[in-house]
């Protein structure tokens, strides 16, 4: 059965759903900017050592562990590494990164 509600137990109900709504999709959007920030600095190393990076993938049979040993990157930032063509890696901007 619905229940009688006066206007201000409405209001105050909606207020309350609308601030979690905006809280979850704001924490959202901070989670994948968080995370986005985490892959540019792993790119932003490897674009500072670029020759040694691109060594260590032509050379090493398994090139994440390495990447991450010698530069201390997470699993995540090697991935992102690895993951671009070399002709990217190659062509990566500095200010690019740091502006994104």
Same mark, same amino acid.
């Given at each position: %059965? !619905? =229940?009688?509600? *006066?206007?201000? &137990?409405?209001?105050?109900?909606? +207020? $309350? @759903?609308?601030?979690? /709504?905006?809280?979850? %999709?704001? *924490?959202? %959007? ?9 892959? +540019?600095? #792993?790119?932003?190393?490897? @674009?500072? *050592?670029?020759?040694? $990076?691109?060594?260590?993938?032509? *050379?090493?049979? &398994? !090139?994440? !562990?390495? +990447?991450?040993?010698? @530069? #201390?990157? /997470?699993? /995540?930032? =090697?991935? =992102?590494?690895?993951? +671009? ?7 990566? &901007? &500095?200010?690019?990164? %740091?502006?994104?």
């Amino acid at each position: %059965r !619905p =229940a009688v509600k *006066n206007l201000l &137990e409405i209001l105050s109900e909606w +207020l $309350v @759903f609308r601030r979690d /709504t905006v809280r979850r %999709r704001l *924490n959202y %959007r901070l989670e994948k900017v968080l995370k986005r920030l985490h892959i +540019l600095e #792993g790119l932003l190393v490897a @674009f500072l *050592n670029i020759d040694e $990076v691109i060594e260590i993938i032509r *050379n090493e049979d &398994e !090139p994440k !562990p390495a +990447l991450m040993s010698r @530069f #201390g990157l /997470t699993e /995540t930032q =090697a991935e =992102a590494i690895l993951e +671009l063509k070399l002709r990217h890696l190659a062509k990566l &901007e &500095e200010v690019k990164i %740091r502006s994104e």
